[in-house]
T-cell receptor, first 112, second 114 residues
Framework: GQQLNQSPQSMFIQEGEDVSMNCTSSSIFNTWLWYKQEPGEGPVLLIALYKAGELTSNGRLTAQFGITRKDSFLNISASIPSDVGIYFCAGQENFGNEKLTFGTGTRLTIIP | EPEVTQTPSHQVTQMGQEVILRCVPISNHLYFYWYRQILGQKVEFLVSFYNNEISEKSEIFDDQFSVERPDGSNFTLKIRSTKLEDSAMYFC????????????FGSGTRLTVV
């Protein structure tokens, strides 16, 4: 099946630093989504991307849909303690598909 | 903000027992999903449900699994005879349109099979 690989697997950063993570696939996705998951909770949608090359922001978060449609990155600027969690990319292969394929996740830890 | 509600939050069951996980999707949503997440791993698709029937399912969703929308508000996942490897967080999700715009996930049910 489809595989989405995220890097890095985990990050330890100081409060105030910028964060960058990415997601790559061996095949094309038509939609890329970024979710955040906090302990004991379900994933929460952060950003959705629909067109190759699209760059979208949501507050301190910025994400881009790669030109090849096989990758996406998420940046978080000026990190704060509540940014702690696991960030997952997810892709939808075809517009008619129901399922999302999730990435392996990037665990973000903020060092005070 | 509308929520997807899942009950129970944690269920412990003996191997071989049947379990039913319950979900109340957002009221005007039309598409319903179950996903699972084994501890420390990624979220995996199980099944999608639309118009009172399964629209897509994964290889994980074998004959031991079934879904039902018994009334206008609940959406259930039944595991007929649980195995140890069914231990995971199970997330229900719903969306107004197809997956295109992303889903709203519930907080999950942690299923522990002993």
């Amino acid at each position: 099946g489809q595989q989405l690989n995220q890097s890095p697997q985990s990050m330890f950063i100081q409060e105030g630093e910028d964060v960058s993570m990415n997601c790559t696939s061996s095949s094309i996705f038509n939609t890329w989504l970024w979710y955040k998951q906090e302990p004991g909770e379900g994933p929460v949608l952060l950003i959705a991307l629909y067109k190759a090359g699209e760059l979208t922001s949501n507050g301190r978060l910025t994400a881009q849909f790669g030109i090849t449609r096989k990758d996406s990155f998420l940046n978080i600027s000026a990190s704060i303690p509540s940014d702690v969690g696991i960030y997952f990319c997810a892709g939808q292969e075809n517009f008619g598909n129901e399922k999302l394929t999730f990435g392996t996740g990037t665990r973000l830890t903020i060092i005070p | 903000e509308p929520e997807v509600t899942q009950t129970p939050s944690h269920q412990v069951t003996q191997m071989g027992q049947e379990v039913i996980l319950r979900c109340v999707p957002i009221s005007n949503h039309l598409y319903f999903y179950w996903y699972r997440q084994i501890l420390g791993q990624k979220v995996e698709f199980l099944v999608s449900f639309y118009n009172n029937e399964i629209s897509e399912k994964s290889e994980i969703f074998d004959d031991q699994f079934s879904v039902e929308r018994p009334d206008g508000s609940n959406f259930t996942l039944k595991i007929r005879s649980t195995k140890l490897e069914d231990s995971a967080m199970y997330f229900c999700a719903s969306s107004l349109t197809r997956a295109f715009y992303g889903y709203t996930f519930g907080s999950g049910t942690r299923l522990t099979v002993v």
